[in-house]
């Protein structure tokens, strides 16, 4: 049977690639630090050892557009090409190629199916910088096969919070029922709080320090009830107009479980947006 | 209304180096020709297949026309599309985070809630 040795939640900053390897007086001031917190939180996956990577994300309409919109998709492929041409422009990400694994793809979608969630699948996806960007914080060497999920948190009308929690919880059910004897962790990307194209970018900090102080507790607590009970698709405007990509954060709650206090938490107030690390072991560290 | 339109065509010329240039050179002129030859084309449909009924009310094509990213997000134009693209184009004209910056003083007046962006 599979084990679920790692949850991991993160945001995904695209312009870490760039801050990261960039050299002299292109070199911003906040790079080394940040640089320094990405390998202590990549040091958390590699401890788990894990044999295949799960990863949760969300399409910035690069392949999937307003004409055939899914809320949930899964990709089943054995191979993945990643990131796009507006993004080597924009962010200067690097192109990538991953390896699928498919027979992880198959049984999840097969089995969340039967499990009431109407997933769509693609047999040829390229991927883009939300799931890029973990690679390139936690797996830099991305020598592990993956299976991508994408959600719908850019396109209304979106899925409620709660589904998304629920999502998280049928996928970890699900992981932990593989019939393989693989080490399967699960990371997925999301925002705190977010503005792009509205009067709030581009700030000395996130959109909202408050609501972002308040989402880091909830995760870090695993309240998951809580974070419900004030998060919803109308709430999220508040903080911030991008502020919709939370729910993939209120997904790993679900993957994590509630009432699951994560093992490791880390933050970094940036400009425009603040950046936000945890790591929980189902299954204790090391094991 | 026509947002959806409105978020293809920055969708459609964002994807595109060529017309990246072509809508930042030539903003009028992109908007007449992206209108009437590639607004009703299905994309990811067998090719030669259209719509026809797509057209841009005259305040969308207005703002298109004249670069007024202040008015797409009035009209629910979706924030990312605007800004990705717009970037794409003024980014080079100004100082690191300069276009980014400006971009959010010219909505500065606009407040909660912002305009329905669902297409």
């Given at each position: 049977m599979a084990e679920l040795v790692a949850v991991i939640a993160s945001t995904h900053h695209p312009f870490y690639y760039r801050a990261s390897t960039s050299t002299g007086p292109d070199r911003p001031d906040f790079a080394d630090e940040w640089v320094r917190k990405v390998e202590a939180f990549r040091a958390t996956l590699t401890a788990a050892r894990p044999d295949v990577l799960v990863m949760v994300g969300s399409d910035h309409f690069h392949q999937l557009w307003l004409d055939n919109m899914p809320q949930f998709l899964?990709?089943?492929?054995?191979?993945y090409d990643a990131n796009f041409y507006n993004e080597e422009r924009e962010f200067g990400l690097p192109r990538m190629l991953m390896t699928g694994q498919e027979d992880l793809s198959a049984y999840l979608l097969r089995e969340g199916l039967d499990a009431g969630f109407d997933l769509a699948f693609s047999n040829e996806l390229r991927i883009d910088h939300s799931i890029t960007c973990p690679i390139i914080t936690l797996r830099p060497q991305n020598d592990l096969p993956i299976v991508p999920v994408y959600t719908n948190i850019f396109a209304p009308p979106l899925p409620r919070p709660r589904r998304f929690v629920q999502l998280g919880q049928t996928i970890r059910e699900l992981v932990e029922a593989w019939?393989?004897?693989?080490?399967?962790?699960?990371?997925?990307?999301g925002h705190l709080s977010l503005e792009l194209g509205g009067p709030r970018q581009f700030g000395p900090h996130g959109p909202d320090p408050e609501f972002d102080a308040k989402a880091v507790e909830w995760i870090a607590g695993g309240d998951l009830e809580g974070c419900l009970s004030e998060v919803t698709l109308d709430s999220l405007h508040l903080?911030?107009?991008?502020?919709?990509?939370?729910?993939?954060?209120?997904l790993m709650m679900g993957v994590a479980g509630e009432g699951r206090k994560a093992d490791y938490v880390d933050t970094y107030d940036l400009f425009h947006t603040m950046e936000a690390y945890f790591t929980w072991y189902p299954k204790g560290a090391g094991k | 209304m026509s947002k959806y339109l409105l978020d293809k065509f920055l969708f459609a010329v964002d994807r595109d180096p060529e017309l990246v240039?072509?809508?930042?050179?030539?903003?009028?002129?992109?908007?007449?020709?992206?209108?009437?030859?590639?607004?009703?084309?299905?994309?990811?449909?067998?090719?030669?297949?259209?719509?026809?009924?797509?057209?841009f009310d005259d305040d969308e094509r207005e703002a298109l026309a004249t670069h007024d990213y202040p008015a797409l997000f009035d009209l629910g134009a979706h924030p990312f599309l605007t800004l990705t693209l717009f970037i794409a184009m003024f980014e080079r004209d100004h100082e690191p985070l300069g276009f980014q910056l400006e971009y959010a003083r010219r909505l500065a007046d606009r407040t909660l809630p912002y305009p329905d962006i669902t297409t």
């Open positions: 899964i990709g089943k492929a054995p191979f019939p393989e004897d693989k080490r399967v962790a699960v990371i997925g990307t903080p911030g107009n991008a502020t919709h990509g939370f729910m993939d954060f209120m | 240039e072509r809508y930042r050179e030539d903003p009028r002129g992109t908007v007449t020709w992206w209108e009437r030859e590639e607004a009703n084309r299905i994309l990811n449909c067998h090719s030669g297949e259209a719509s026809t009924w797509l057209r």
